[in-house]
């Protein structure tokens, strides 16, 4: 989807991103993450350096180019570029890494941190006993020196850290009465906070405009997304979207935060996912960017482009939902369907497919973790909810089931579908899912417990 960045442009940019005291807004709405809409509207856009809780906080994943998003990644990513997906016919993918426990407990010490591209930061919680350890040293930038990063989801919920019997009944109804639109106050941990109109008062027309966007979501959304929009900061929007079923995003939440730009709708949205730092599909990047025909982030056919006038944020949720998180993601990534046909396409769409559910399966986790502010009802509900569809369908893949064919009706048997490494990783997550699954209230878990 993207070319290979400049490894000389990145390390020279750096020093820069570390001073700045604001939110970088890349010139190049092609390269930059936080940059879903036109080149039009980013000429009107503002930075605010006022109107947010967090405005001393840098989110240096405004200023990444859509092209390092590799670097972004928590996990290693073997291979060049060129060759995304390398697969291996006697090797049954072993070349993806399914390092769950260490990504898991790895990935816990980062939740807060906001590390810049090329920046590495020591881990303290590992002891070096050397001898370097009694020489004078300068100050050594730690963990708990940087400020909370923008590319993880965005707020910390005090229900993600509650024992199971703490959860109380109010929180339980509020589960399950969540309002699938509503308009909400505290817009600090958006990821667009900064731009827009920020203090201005936007005009008129514009506001009628949105005000109209906002009757047609709290109308027509479907029953699988779930939007907030912001009282005092009518451009602000969040979405939740549940992953479809028969895909390998089948119950999975996915988080991202939305723009109306100040020149909307002349130009699209803008549109920011909070990818944890995992690469699950080939249209949602490491750093954030979401590309799709209709943002105006990717060149596509004329009737796939926004329209002016005709074109809605309820149409670009729609589309997130149904064109990418799809039941065959490795064929968005461009040239796939003409170049990898028939027998060979499906083997290479069912291999990326156990890839993307495993990521799935972390984001999962990690969601529930840390569910996105004003949604912690909606994530525990879901997770409380859901929790032995999940657990049932890991162990249907253990078995042999075709990643996305499990239904809670049936599932569609598969001989030897999976690759042994697949299994062995799908049984690990489940016991990760199981402990956190039974901390968010659900019942008789242990049930799926590999060698219970």
């Given at each position: 989807?993207?070319?290979?960045?400049?490894?000389?442009?990145?390390?020279?940019?750096?020093?820069?991103?570390?001073?700045?005291?604001?939110?970088?807004?890349?010139?190049?709405?092609?390269?930059?993450?936080?940059?879903?809409?036109?080149?039009?509207?980013?000429?009107?856009?503002?930075?605010?350096?006022?109107?947010?809780?967090n405005?001393?906080?840098?989110?240096t994943?405004?200023g990444?180019?859509?092209?390092?998003?590799?670097?972004?990644?928590?996990?290693?990513?073997?291979?060049?570029?060129?060759?995304?997906?390398?697969?291996d016919?006697?090797d049954?993918?072993?070349?993806?890494?399914?390092?769950?426990?260490?990504?898991?407990?790895?990935?816990?010490?980062?939740?807060?941190?906001?590390?810049?591209?090329?920046?590495?930061a020591?881990?303290?919680?590992?002891?070096?006993?050397s001898?370097?350890?009694?020489?004078?040293?300068?100050k050594?930038?730690?963990?708990?020196?940087?400020?909370?990063?923008?590319?993880?989801?965005?707020?910390?919920?005090?229900?993600?850290?509650?024992?199971?019997?703490?959860?109380d009944?109010?929180?339980?109804?509020?589960?399950?009465?969540?309002?699938?639109?509503?308009?909400?106050?505290?817009?600090?941990?958006?990821?667009?906070?900064?731009?827009?109109?920020s203090?201005e008062?936007?005009?008129?027309?514009?506001?009628?405009?949105?005000?109209?966007?906002w009757?047609?979501?709290?109308?027509?959304?479907?029953?699988?997304?779930?939007?907030?929009?912001?009282?005092?900061?009518?451009?602000l929007?969040?979405?939740?979207?549940?992953?479809?079923?028969?895909?390998?995003?089948?119950?999975?939440?996915?988080?991202?935060?939305?723009?109306?730009?100040?020149?909307?709708?002349?130009?699209p949205?803008?549109?920011?996912?909070?990818?944890?730092?995992?690469?699950?599909?080939?249209?949602?990047?490491?750093?954030?960017?979401?590309?799709?025909?209709?943002?105006?982030?990717?060149?596509?056919?004329?009737?796939?482009?926004?329209?002016?006038?005709?074109?809605?944020?309820?149409?670009?949720?729609?589309?997130?939902?149904?064109?990418?998180?799809?039941?065959?993601?490795?064929?968005?990534?461009?040239g796939?369907?003409?170049?990898?046909?028939?027998?060979?396409?499906?083997?290479?769409?069912?291999?990326?497919?156990?890839?993307?559910?495993?990521?799935?399966?972390?984001?999962?986790?990690?969601?529930?973790?840390?569910?996105?502010?004003?949604?912690?009802?909606?994530?525990?509900?879901?997770?409380?909810?859901?929790?032995?569809?999940?657990?049932?369908?890991?162990?249907?893949?253990?078995?042999?089931?075709?990643?996305?064919?499990?239904?809670?009706?049936?599932?569609?048997?598969?001989?030897?579908?999976?690759?042994?490494?697949?299994?062995?990783?799908?049984?690990?997550?489940?016991?990760?899912l199981?402990?956190?699954?039974?901390?968010?209230?659900?019942?008789?878990?242990?049930?799926?417990?590999?060698?219970?």
């Open positions: 989807m993207a070319s290979s960045a400049s490894e000389e442009a990145l390390q020279a940019s750096l020093p820069k991103k570390l001073k700045e005291n604001e939110g970088a807004l890349v010139s190049d709405p092609g390269n930059s993450s936080s940059v879903a809409g036109s080149a039009d509207s980013i000429d009107l856009l503002k930075i605010s350096t006022s109107g947010s809780s405005s001393n906080v840098v989110k994943s405004n990444v180019s859509s092209n390092d998003d590799d670097d972004m990644s928590i996990e290693d990513d073997d291979g060049d570029d060129d060759n995304e997906y390398d697969y016919d006697n049954d993918n072993d070349g993806f890494l399914y390092d769950d426990d260490d990504y898991m407990t790895l990935q816990s010490h980062f939740d807060n941190v906001n590390l810049p591209p090329g920046v590495e020591p881990l303290p919680w590992l002891n070096d006993p001898p370097s350890e009694n020489l004078a040293s300068t050594t930038l730690t963990i708990s020196d940087l400020p909370p990063c923008s590319s993880t989801v965005p707020s910390e919920s005090s229900s993600s850290t509650k024992p199971a019997d703490s959860i009944d109010c929180t339980i109804q509020n589960s399950q009465q969540f309002k699938q639109f509503d308009i909400v106050e505290d817009f600090s941990d958006h990821h667009y906070s900064r731009m827009g109109f203090d008062q936007p005009p008129k027309s514009w506001a009628k405009r949105i005000q109209e966007e009757k047609i979501l709290e109308k027509d959304l479907p029953d699988t997304i779930f939007v907030r929009v912001y009282e005092a900061r009518m451009e929007l969040r979405a939740v979207i549940i992953g479809p079923p028969g895909t390998p995003y089948h119950d999975g939440l996915f988080v991202f935060d939305c723009l109306f730009p100040t020149n909307y709708p002349k130009s949205p803008m549109v920011y996912y909070y990818s944890g730092g995992l690469r699950l599909n080939p249209n949602l990047y490491e750093c954030g960017k979401v590309c799709l025909s209709l943002l105006g982030t990717w060149s596509g056919k004329q009737n796939e482009n926004w329209v002016p006038g005709q074109s809605t944020m309820l149409q670009v949720l729609v589309s997130i939902q149904a064109l990418i998180l799809n039941a065959d993601p490795f064929f968005n990534e461009p796939y369907d003409t170049t990898y046909v028939g027998a060979e396409g499906q083997k290479r769409s069912r291999s990326y497919n156990e890839e993307v559910f495993i990521l799935s399966l972390k984001t999962m986790m990690y969601t529930l973790r840390r569910p996105p502010k004003y949604f912690e009802d909606f994530v525990l509900g879901h997770f409380r909810n859901r929790a032995h569809n999940i657990l049932a369908a890991c162990k249907a893949y253990t078995e042999g089931t075709l990643v996305g064919s499990v239904s809670e009706d049936a599932a569609q048997n598969v001989e030897n579908s999976g690759s042994k490494q697949f299994k062995s990783s799908v049984a690990r997550m489940m016991n990760m199981i402990t956190n699954f039974t901390k968010n209230g659900s019942t008789d878990c242990e049930q799926f417990r590999v060698g219970a």
